[in-house]
């Protein structure tokens, strides 16, 4: 949301129908995509669209690519737990559609990596991987650092009872 407010010039966004009537973009152009993200049907959905609108360059906000894509693009790899961490503790699927899946996300990191203009990452450590594991220019990935929301900054503590100390919040997932 915080990219969003401070996109310059004439961007246009590609939206999932339930954002498409969001307030914080309503500033914007949008075309709707009816494809999930990671969907195999975005990898013709996205591709189809962005022939259409001919773009100069493209940001993709995560590595999930249209690998059928070959203008200029932007990535943003937010990390790249899923190269370190593989199969049953990352998982509910079948094995077999576990290693489909798999390597179709390998494939659509490498076209992300080798084939974009420019990589972001949040922090130094996942540049340095990125260097490491596919012999990659510095100069091509930039660290751009996340922050916290100005709504969060001077938020007061909400009190939780009985919460037994020290205690540990965990954001994510491992099944």
Do not use: M
């Not at 995509?33 to 493209?58: G, N, R, T």
């Not at 995560?62 to 961490?85: A, E, M, N, Q």
């Not at 100005?150 to 919460?163: D, S, T, Y």
């Amino acid at each position: 949301e915080n990219l969003i407010k401070y996109l310059p010039g004439h961007v246009i966004l590609i939206v999932s129908p339930q954002d498409y009537t969001r307030p914080e973009l309503q500033k914007f152009p949008k075309i709707i995509a009816k494809s999930h993200p990671y969907s195999l049907f975005s990898q013709i959905e996205i591709p189809l669209i962005l022939l259409k609108l001919k773009p100069d360059l493209v940001h993709f906000p995560v590595s999930s690519i249209p690998i059928f894509w070959f203008g200029k693009f932007v990535v943003t790899f937010h990390d790249l737990i899923k190269h370190i961490s593989k199969v049953k503790d990352t998982t509910t699927k079948h094995q077999f559609v576990y290693w489909l899946k798999y390597f179709g996300y390998l494939l659509i990191d490498y076209c992300s990596i080798y084939r974009s203009k420019l990589i972001i990452v949040p922090v130094n450590y996942w540049k340095n991987i990125i260097i490491e594991r596919f012999n990659i220019n510095p100069k091509k990935i930039h660290v751009t650092y996340e922050a916290v929301d100005n709504n969060f900054i001077n938020a007061k503590p909400v009190p939780i009872p009985n919460l037994i100390q020290p205690f540990l919040v965990h954001t994510g997932n491992l099944y």
